[in-house]
């Protein structure tokens, strides 16, 4: 299993098109990622991100794959241990378009140590009933 | 970072087999306790529940503690905790960003 992934699917009416502009201009970025996006959307392009908890991200462009997919690992200003990659992929859909994200951890770093064995009990139950 | 010096991929190959999930279940649950004792509810031999122990150990998920003969083993699940706290905080910031993204870019299709 590699890393920890989260990953989320989203149907739109607009054409692949203006998706792929929603998801790699950094004006269209700054309605929806966060509060202020700056992003130089190419190969080695790097950017910043001003999120809504405050938190500053800077990114390092991966991989683009020009009007298909756009790949980037970010991590907080403050804590550049944290990062992770995230890939969105825009697809031709039934009339519209679909955009998938995953966001990818190889890595997760202690927040304070809070935790309780409540949940760790009912995590390991889930992990019980589907395959890991 | 390679994947062989990942942590999490240790953690999760650790958690992958349904007998560590379960021996780590106790130990969370009913405390520090021996291969020996785990080993009478289950259909398999001492040296096998000590070599699941031994996987749990390197994930960082147990500890064991040596008292005289007697090896006990503590869960340590705090690595596992920290997985599953990144899982619910970045999930939920994905669910308000592609919220505000679906405003931005029209109604969804029905």
Redesign the interface.
């Known amino acids: 299993?590699?890393?920890?992934t989260?990953r989320?699917t989203?149907?739109?009416?607009?054409s692949p098109t203006?998706?792929w502009r929603?998801v790699t201009d950094p004006h269209?970025l700054s309605?929806?990622?966060?509060r202020e996006v700056e992003i130089d959307a190419r190969s080695g392009g790097q950017g910043r991100v001003l999120?809504?908890?405050g938190i500053i991200r800077l990114l390092v462009v991966d991989e683009v794959v020009p009007g298909e997919r756009l790949s980037f690992t970010w991590w907080p200003q403050a804590d550049d241990a944290a990062a992770?990659e995230v890939t969105f992929t825009v697809q031709e859909a039934?009339?519209?378009s679909r955009?998938v994200?995953t966001?990818t951890?190889?890595?997760?770093?202690?927040?304070g140590?809070s935790?309780?064995?409540r949940?760790?009990?009912l995590?390991?139950?889930v992990?019980?009933q589907v395959t890991? | 970072?390679t994947?062989a010096d990942?942590?999490?991929?240790t953690l999760?190959?650790a958690?992958?087999d349904?007998t560590r999930?379960?021996l780590?279940?106790r130990l969370?649950?009913d405390g520090p306790d021996t291969a020996s004792h785990l080993a009478v509810d289950l259909p398999v031999t001492r040296q096998a529940v000590v070599k699941h122990l031994q996987s749990l150990v390197e994930a960082g998920l147990a500890t064991p503690e040596r008292n005289g003969r007697e090896v006990r083993y503590r869960?340590t699940?705090?690595p596992?905790?920290?997985?599953?706290?990144?899982?619910l905080a970045?999930?939920a910031?994905?669910?308000?960003?592609?919220a505000?993204?679906?405003r931005?870019?029209?109604?969804?299709?029905p």
């Open positions: 299993m590699p890393g920890l989260i989320r989203l149907d739109l009416d607009c203006d998706l929603l269209s309605g929806w990622l966060g999120d809504d908890d992770s039934d009339e519209g955009l994200v966001e951890a190889s890595a997760v770093v202690a927040d140590g935790w309780d064995t949940l760790i009990s995590w390991l139950a992990c019980s890991v | 970072m994947v990942d942590p999490l991929n999760f190959d958690l992958a349904p999930r379960g780590l279940q969370v649950q869960a699940p705090e596992l905790a920290q997985a599953v706290g990144w899982l970045a999930g910031r994905w669910d308000e960003r592609l505000r993204l679906e931005l870019a029209g109604s969804r299709r």
